[in-house]
């Protein structure tokens, strides 16, 4: 069986991200980029599929700028054994992204996709339904646990105060939440080897695939700051401040 | 009587809300992290300027009065220490950061400040302080200048020193002395500014520091290697070194390893275990560097396994084997050391002192990790289970001097980056020569020849 997992590039969690001041984006000069944390986790349960024996091949595929070289070698050191490289330089959406890669499921037939449940850059959890929709795959978001079965795949998800289990059928998309797995650590002899494994490039064009983007983003502007605390001399004060300038009491 | 007229005295310097003779204030206020000496300082003055403090000294100088000079209280020696009715004055409330220079990149902060909060001004500017340690989110900048601090950015930014441009300061005479003024190039004399520099606070108190601030780190990565024995552990120091840029070069054994695995509820970052383990910390762009250098040591054998952080959120999580090790043996309550020699002489030391140790305590386990890149190795003695925390202090004590006797020979130091204070005062001599103690002594009466300050630390009475 194979298994195809998507690893996209993005703003480092851990990066305090500034808004440009025409307020058209982020400021991405010189920022940290790593892979998508929910992609580690998919990365990771992919590779575990194969160390159980259930997966023959691992496919990572990333859709961004030839910088996306980086992640796909993550990757590979993390145990994949072949790179696809979707390379454009345009901004890629969530819609444009599953079109490229139900082109990818077309071509390399795996019975799984996983993915992470959404990139922490654009938030949008969308990639993967609209995968499963644009293709009529089965559908498993928000995974905490996966077991597979014959043709099928059983998965736990996180669902607002609880847990749900569904089976699908197989071929499926599976998206990864927060508690799956815990990614492992990239070896250094790993990534030694994985510079031989191959990473093959395409161009949307190359796939047949328009990925001209259909949302145009108006204004990004960041949260408002936190003012400052104040230290109050006396009880009487906190309360007069509680009650006629926060107003709670 | 005195004592409340010496209060009121004091009272008509600092104002009375900046007085503290309360128990709790006068327990807290009398000790630092260690907790072998009892507090009991007689009152707690809170200066706001320095015209404030020369008074403080010449009343001090007056009636001969101790004087204890209080920052952060994170010292790991008993420098801070007050536990013979001294009066202990704390920089607490004198904590403005005052100006930025622009052109300098240079800061004007009064003792007071957190190191924390220095770093974070900085940052605002775009730029870095980059001395770090573990309590730099409560230690003073006072408190780090008089204890010259290292951390664990040494190996790329150097010490405290090495950041200071300029000190101002009041003698234990009540001088005030205006050292350096922020100068790159002065070539004047006796740099007076380095011997305040170190000194927990037994010359005067430092007020105001000029301080420079380094450019913002560049995106770090962290490896982390298993490494079959010590003598591994500095050939890929060597060989790092020449390949890369390193920002800390830091190593701790497999008994370390364990401690942290079982305590921070953590897995083992690889499935190789080995006797060593070395974390670097790298300059991302010489990531590519230290690949070749990781390559040239798994050939020789100096390295069995490595992983590498892939994210900002990896290269924190992998620090935490290292930077947990103090936490996790802390219900063991170790007796720690923080010993210094040259780099060189790193492992044949290292298996000096184990022997040592072990050829009278077989059962003591012992603990080593450290900034390896500045040869600054901490040892910690584990208590077994079974023994009293007093007896085992005690053989401590008596073991420690056999250990020190081995870092003499090793021309060494008793401590590293830790100051002398109260807890190393009596090895003082296994690394300064009765030569040397003797000139201390006499700097020691140039500045504060009536003793008001800090008696009885860092040198001998
Ligand atoms: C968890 C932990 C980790 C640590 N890690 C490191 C480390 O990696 N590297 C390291 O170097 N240290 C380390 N330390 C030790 C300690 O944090 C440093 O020695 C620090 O510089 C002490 O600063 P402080 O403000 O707490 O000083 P205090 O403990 O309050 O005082 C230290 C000495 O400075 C004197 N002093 C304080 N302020 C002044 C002043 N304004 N003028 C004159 N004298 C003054 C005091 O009298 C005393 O002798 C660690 C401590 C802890 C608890």
New interface residues.
């Given amino acids: 069986m194979k298994v195809l997992v998507a690893a996209k590039r993005v703003v ?4 305090n991200v500034r808004v440009l001041s025409d307020e058209s984006g982020v400021d991405l000069n010189n920022v ?1 980029m ?2 998508n ?1 929910f992609d ?1 986790i998919a990365i990771e349960e992919a590779v575990r599929l194969k160390e159980a024996g259930q997966a023959e091949e691992v496919i990572v595929v990333s859709v961004g700028t030839s910088a996306c070289q980086e992640q796909i070698r ?1 990757a590979l050191a993390l145990g994949a054994d072949r790179g696809i490289l979707v390379e454009t330089d345009e901004e890629v959406q969530p819609l444009g992204i599953a079109k490229v890669l139900k082109a990818i499921m077309d071509k390399e037939q795996p019975e799984i996709v996983i993915a992470g449940k959404q990139a922490i850059d654009g938030d949008n959890s969308q990639t993967g339904q609209m995968l499963a929709a644009l293709g009529g795959y089965g559908q498993a978001t928000f995974a905490s646990e996966v077991e597979l079965g014959d043709g099928t795949a059983t998965v736990t998800r996180e669902i607002d105060g609880g847990l749900e289990t569904i089976t699908v059928k197989l071929p499926a998309v599976i998206t990864t939440d927060l508690r799956l797995n ?1 990614p492992r ?5 790993n ?2 080897k994985a510079k031989k494994k191959p990473i093959d490039t395409y161009t949307p064009a190359d796939l047949g695939v328009d990925v001209t983007p259909s949302i145009k983003t108006l204004k990004v502007s960041p949260p408002a700051e936190r003012q400052a605390g104040i230290v109050v001399e006396t009880v009487e004060e906190l309360v007069d401040k509680l009650k006629n300038e926060a107003k709670v009491i | 009587m005195m004592a409340n007229s010496l209060a009121s005295d004091l009272a008509a310097i600092v104002g009375d809300a900046n007085i503290a003779t309360s128990t709790g204030d006068l327990e807290a206020y009398g000790r630092d992290w260690t907790r072998f000496y009892q507090p009991d300082p007689s009152m707690v003055v809170f200066p706001k300027t320095a015209e404030q403090l020369v008074q403080l000294v010449a009343i001090a100088n007056e009636r001969h009065l101790a004087l204890v000079p209080s920052g952060g209280r994170t010292g790991l020696s008993g420098g801070a220490v007050a536990r013979e009715r001294e009066i202990v004055v704390s920089f607490d409330r004198m904590n403005r950061i005052h100006s930025f220079d622009p052109v300098d990149h240079t800061v004007l902060v009064e003792p007071g400040v957190v190191t924390a909060s220095l770093q974070a001004y900085a940052e605002d500017q775009s730029l870095a302080y980059p001395v770090d340690f573990a309590s730099a989110g409560s230690s003073q900048i006072g408190g780090n200048i008089a204890t010259n601090a290292g951390g664990i950015k040494v190996l790329r930014y150097g010490l405290t020193r090495d950041q200071i441009a300029g000190l101002k300061v009041v003698t234990g005479k009540g001088d005030v002395l205006n050292l350096n003024q922020g100068l790159i190039k002065n070539a004047t004399g006796y740099d007076l500014r380095h011997l305040f520099i170190g000194s927990e606070g037994t010359l005067g108190f430092i007020v105001e520091a000029t301080i420079r601030l380094s450019a913002p780190p560049p ?1 770090l990565n962290v ?3 298993a490494v079959p024995g010590m003598d591994s552990v500095m050939r890929v120091f060597d060989v790092f070194r020449r390949k890369a840029s390193l920002t800390a070069f830091e190593f701790f054994s497999d008994q370390a390893m364990n401690h942290v695995l079982s305590h921070q509820n953590i ?1 083992a ?2 499935g190789d275990r080995s006797d060593y383990y070395v974390l670097l910390e790298l300059e ?1 762009t010489s990531l590519e560097g230290a ?1 070749t250098a ?2 040239a040591c ?1 050939e020789e054998g100096t390295v069995i ?10 290269r ?1 999580d ?1 620090w935490r084997y290292r930077e947990g090790i103090s936490e996790s043996i802390t219900p063991h309550t170790p007796y720690k050391n923080d010993l210094a020699v040259r780099i060189s002489r790193v492992p044949e030391f290292l298996a000096a002192v184990s022997d040592t140790v072990s050829a009278r305590y077989p059962d003591f386990e012992l603990i080593w990790f450290g900034h390896i890149g500045d040869g600054n190795l901490h040892l910690n003695i584990l208590r077994p289970a079974d023994w009293s925390i007093e007896s085992f202090k005690a053989e401590c004590d008596s073991v420690s001097d056999e250990v020190m006797a081995v870092v003499a020979r090793f021309e060494g130091s008793v401590s590293a980056e830790h100051g002398v204070g109260l807890l190393k005062r009596d090895q003082l001599h296994f690394s300064r020569s009765p030569a040397e103690i003797e000139m201390m002594l006499g700097l020691k009466q140039v500045f504060d020849p009536n003793n008001v300050m800090n008696p009885g630390k860092l040198l001998p009475r």
Avoid: R, W
Avoid at chain 2, 305 to 314: F, I, L, T, W, Y
């Fill in positions: 480092d969690y851990n990066v940290k790593s892979v944390p580690e993550t815990e650590y990239a070896s250094l002899p990534i030694m | 995106d490896l982390l290697l897995g970052p690889f991302e690949m990781f390559e798994l396994d490595g992983v590498v952080s892939q994210s900002e959120q990896q924190v992998l």
